[in-house]
């Protein structure tokens, strides 16, 4: 079959891909940006990659249409703390409306279990798309799950960060509210194995793993499995307000999505039982048994993808990174330093793993003051740190930079900064006959940019000198 995937490089649609080539099929992934396709499609034949953004109707013209099934896993949860919802609706409307132009025979869509009667925005948005996504001219197939569990999930990072960073607690009332936390892998043998299955034409299921659990019992138990003892008191008087930035100064989250889950989480979430389980042969695991899972692939160096690489987490983008790819000339401040290379691979390697765990190689900890500054102004900080400690793709998370372009045979890395500025800023590296060229480019944005970087020019000095320096010394 031919099968349309939105939301290829999110977190769903990047571990889906796969699955549905190796039973056979040809996978059409739509992307904003073609640079933020997975290098591993190029030259597959099994996969195409076509750039739309259903936002934009006039974009769309290159879906083909001659695909069988289409996946709707477009999510604009945190784009906007205020306009995700109609953002939503014009992304499903769009996308009918161009689905009407091929002959696709089913769709399937990813949603949140909605069987309140009072729903957070985000699941009211959720239950609005379902509606929209009704058609007479397809069928639509709906799998509805709650916390989704596995390494590199925004709940799986948050409630890491929450247990691995603090003993004792005093948290939120909405800890006590339940929930039925289902695993990556299951949700994906979900989608998989409903494509052309008849029986699930025109149906909507709930998906769940098998225990019901508060929020509390789910950080408790992944305190077992990490062998940690953790203590918590749960607290009526903390605002929804409070609760955001709790989760936002705790964790790796942003406020927005933290100000999003937090209106989730005060809404209880179990799961109608149907056949689906048995109809589709899935039996899924329990909630200690996917953390266990999703250990093993962090421990592997093999997390397929993360929340932090989504556009959401950015704190500055909204547009597509080729924008950004040409760094400007004219206008601008730049730190340029160069030096001989004794062995290109090796520092070539070390430009792959900075940051992150790893840190910058010369005065991290300035660039950790620089993480807490940009927090307590609202920023990002260095909350995501890096996917995979040894590999970089265009898109990527890597502390407070965005890569924008990243390619070891071109041997050239290039960085966009996220973090809050008077302006914009470009960390580049560069090897050429031999020479490591390091540019730091900063374009001001009025006075208050010059002035920024005048006052942070003194740390420049030994900051760039002292990386350039560690990173060809091998």
């Given at each position: 079959m031919?099968?349309?995937?939105?939301?290829?490089?999110?977190?769903?649609?990047?571990?889906?891909i796969?699955?549905?080539?190796?039973?056979?099929?040809?996978?059409?992934?739509?992307?904003?940006?073609?640079?933020?396709?997975d290098?591993?499609?190029?030259?597959?034949d099994?996969?195409?990659?076509?750039?739309?953004d259903?936002?934009?109707?006039?974009?769309?013209?290159?879906?083909?249409?001659?695909?069988?099934?289409?996946?709707?896993?477009?999510?604009?949860?945190?784009?906007?703390?205020?306009?995700?919802?109609?953002?939503?609706?014009?992304c499903?409307?769009?996308?009918?409306?161009?689905?009407?132009?091929?002959?696709?025979?089913?769709?399937?869509?990813?949603?949140?279990?909605?069987?309140?009667?009072?729903?957070?925005?985000?699941?009211?948005?959720?239950?609005?798309?379902?509606?929209l996504?009704?058609?007479e001219?397809?069928t639509?197939?709906?799998?509805?799950?709650?916390?989704?569990?596995?390494?590199g999930?925004?709940?799986?990072?948050?409630?890491?960060?929450?247990?691995?960073?603090?003993?004792?607690?005093?948290?939120?009332?909405?800890?006590?509210?339940?929930?039925?936390?289902?695993?990556?892998?299951?949700?994906?043998?979900?989608?998989?194995?409903?494509?052309?299955?008849?029986?699930?034409?025109?149906q909507?299921?709930?998906?769940?793993?098998?225990?019901?659990?508060?929020?509390?019992?789910?950080?408790?138990?992944?305190?077992e499995?990490?062998?940690?003892?953790?203590?918590?008191?749960?607290?009526?008087?903390?605002?929804?307000?409070?609760?955001?930035?709790?989760?936002?100064?705790?964790?790796?989250?942003?406020?927005?999505?933290?100000?999003?889950?937090?209106?989730?989480?005060?809404?209880?979430?179990?799961?109608?039982?149907?056949?689906?389980?048995?109809?589709?042969?899935?039996?899924?695991?329990?909630?200690?048994?996917?953390?266990?899972?999703?250990?093993?692939?962090?421990?592997?160096?093999?997390?397929?993808?993360?929340?932090?690489?989504?556009?959401?987490?950015?704190?500055?983008?909204?547009?597509?990174?080729?924008?950004?790819?040409?760094?400007?000339?004219f206008?601008?401040?730049?730190?340029?330093?160069?030096?001989?290379?004794?062995?290109?691979?090796?520092?070539?390697?070390?430009?792959?793993?900075?940051?992150?765990?790893?840190?910058?190689?010369?005065?991290?900890?300035?660039w950790?003051?620089?993480?807490?500054?940009?927090?307590?102004?609202?920023?990002?900080?260095?909350?995501?740190?890096?996917?995979?400690?040894?590999?970089?793709?265009?898109?990527?998370?890597?502390d407070?930079?965005?890569?924008?372009?990243?390619?070891?045979?071109?041997?050239?890395?290039?960085?966009?900064?996220?973090?809050?500025?008077?302006?914009?800023?470009?960390?580049?590296?560069?090897?050429?006959?031999?020479?490591?060229?390091?540019?730091?480019?900063?374009?001001?944005?009025?006075l208050?940019?010059?002035?920024?970087?005048?006052?942070?020019l003194?740390?420049?000095?030994?900051?760039?000198?002292?990386?350039?320096?560690?990173?060809?010394?091998?």
């Amino acid at each position: 079959m031919k099968i349309l995937v939105t939301g290829a490089t999110g977190y769903i649609g990047k571990r889906l891909i796969p699955l549905l080539v190796n039973e056979g099929h040809h996978v059409v992934c739509t992307v904003r940006d073609r640079l933020r396709a997975d290098k591993s499609y190029d030259g597959d034949d099994h996969i195409s990659v076509v750039e739309a953004d259903f936002l934009k109707p006039e974009t769309l013209h290159e879906i083909p249409n001659d695909i069988d099934v289409a996946f709707y896993l477009i999510h604009s949860m945190s784009n906007s703390s205020k306009d995700f919802k109609s953002l939503e609706e014009r992304c499903a409307i769009n996308f009918k409306a161009q689905l009407h132009k091929t002959k696709v025979q089913q769709v399937i869509y990813l949603s949140g279990i909605t069987n309140e009667k009072q729903l957070s925005k985000h699941l009211e948005s959720r239950k609005k798309v379902e509606q929209l996504l009704h058609s007479e001219n397809y069928t639509l197939t709906v799998f509805k799950a709650g916390i989704i569990v596995g390494s590199g999930s925004s709940s799986f990072e948050i409630i890491r960060d929450l247990v691995e960073k603090l003993p004792f607690m005093i948290a939120p009332k909405w800890l006590n509210t339940k929930t039925q936390p289902i695993a990556v892998r299951d949700v994906l043998a979900f989608l998989s194995k409903a494509v052309g299955k008849t029986e699930t034409y025109n149906q909507s299921y709930d998906i769940f793993g098998p225990e019901i659990l508060t929020y509390k019992q789910m950080l408790l138990q992944f305190a077992e499995v990490r062998e940690l003892k953790r203590y918590i008191l749960t607290v009526p008087v903390m605002t929804p307000k409070l609760s955001s930035y709790w989760l936002y100064f705790v964790t790796s989250t942003s406020y927005k999505l933290a100000s999003s889950l937090v209106d989730s989480m005060g809404v209880q979430i179990i799961g109608k039982s149907s056949n689906i389980n048995t109809l589709l042969d899935v039996a899924p695991i329990s909630y200690k048994d996917a953390v266990e899972l999703a250990f093993e692939k962090i421990e592997q160096n093999s997390i397929v993808s993360s929340w932090k690489d989504s556009m959401v987490s950015s704190g500055r983008l909204r547009n597509q990174l080729h924008k950004y790819i040409n760094v400007p000339k004219f206008g601008c401040f730049k730190d340029y330093k160069e030096r001989p290379v004794k062995d290109t691979k090796k520092t070539l390697d070390k430009i792959w793993s900075i940051g992150g765990t790893t840190g910058w190689y010369y005065g991290t900890f300035l660039w950790k003051i620089r993480g807490y500054l940009d927090k307590l102004v609202g920023g990002i900080g260095l909350r995501r740190g890096r996917t995979s400690p040894t590999e970089l793709d265009v898109g990527d998370a890597l502390d407070f930079w965005r890569v924008i372009y990243a390619d070891k045979t071109q041997q050239k890395l290039l960085l966009y900064a996220e973090m809050r500025l008077p302006g914009e800023a470009w960390l580049e590296f560069k090897i050429e006959n031999n020479i490591l060229k390091q540019t730091a480019t900063f374009r001001p944005r009025g006075l208050w940019g010059r002035l920024y970087w005048y006052s942070v020019l003194p740390f420049h000095g030994f900051i760039f000198k002292g990386m350039i320096n560690q990173l060809v010394n091998v």
